[in-house]
């Protein structure tokens, strides 16, 4: 006897796209790959699963991701830790350090795809999500990190998106965060009866994490602390403005933020978040920043770098909010048939509909005519062709338009030679 089979779920938080919605998934992407090219950016691909320590050095120890939120295993196999990625930057890095990508060059390069953080499951946040995440590897003036900004305003414009802001901040250089640190933590162990748990234990360890608090009993202290734009230096200063400058030569708005420090350690100098108030409390959609430092720290010869991850989830959410989404047309033509000699013949045509360019979908197997009817007009094509005894006969085929849109002075079914059908579908549809 076989036991039964318990059913089996997708895991907690992670999503399945189905065709329905996978058709925006892929307008998107089309869309930002494009997007992408005109600016010159290069698209590579790196490795879902890494060694866990490129995360703990890269991302840094006493951050959200690589505290809590990391899926990590050893696998058993050879002994090793690895982990799901998190982000791509680090990925990226690593992959440019191995294949000594910089070495005469800097390097616009890009990456789509799903990432894995354990997290809470809610609308916006999930435990598989998607990133496109977009580097500038090896530049080191503020026009690239304004070329980045410039791009993503773009791209919101080629979606339709309006109701999105930019908040941008300077973590300035090491010395200076430094400097800010040891004043945050004299201020923090001045509000210690403030702190919560978690603010405490990272006082010491990462201070300025415990400004990015979601805490509302901690916001007045955050506040009130000590500004790390405050302490930043000439240098600093100069390659802030130089953003600013070119932002406002782009026409885009901007408010400093001064408590941005975004979650991760790598962050120096620019960082920047793109926010909606549309979607609830997970308002952001894209947040990045400049890396001076990382290149160095995973191995590789010093370089500067930049980049942003935009959410994938999150953009697709605002967009569908967005009135003007242009309905990808799937399917163009069903072919219908009845009789064995018209479903072959159905079979044979549909090719040649291919070869001119046209997207078809041959009935599988046989049924009336009014089951292959429905299912033509559920595949949302424009024209149905139908091919039954007569004809067969008459070496022709009838085409029904399936859609309201029938232009005027055409009607709304008509007979075509078989050996003018292509051609005359390539002009209908
Ligand atoms: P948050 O503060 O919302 O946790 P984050 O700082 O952890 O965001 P980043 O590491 O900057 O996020 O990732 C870049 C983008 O990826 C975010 O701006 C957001 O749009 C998206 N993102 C982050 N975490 C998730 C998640 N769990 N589910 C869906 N999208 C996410
Ligand atoms: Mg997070």
Sequence with gaps: MTQSFQKVRALTGMKDVLPDTSAQWEALEATVREWLAAYGYRNMRTPVLEHTRLFTRGIGEVTD??????????DALNDERLTMRPEFTAGMVRASIEHNMLYDRPHRVYAMGPVFRHEKPQRGRYRQFHQIDVEALGFAGPDIDAELIVMLARLWKLLGLTDIRLELNSLGQAGERAAHRAALIEYLEQHKDVLDEEARRRMHTNPLRVLDTKNPAMQDMADNAPRLFDFLGADSLAH???????????GIAYRLNPRLVRGLDYYNLTVFEWVTDRLGAQGTVCGGGRYDGLIELLGGKPAPAVGFAIGVERLLDLCAQSADQAALPECQVYLIHQGAEAQRLAAQLAEKMRDAGLRAIVHAGSAGFKSQFKRADASG?????????????????????????VAEGQSQQETIPLDRLVTELTLKV
């Design 65 to 74: 991701i690589v505290e809590k939120e990391m899926y990590s295993f050893t």
């Design 240 to 250: 802030f403005q130089g953003v600013c400058d070119r932002l406002q030569d782009a």
């Design 381 to 405: 094509a424009t024209l149905a062709v139908i091919l039954g005894d007569d004809e067969i006969a008459s070496g022709t085929a009838s085409v029904k338009w399936l859609r309201e849109q």
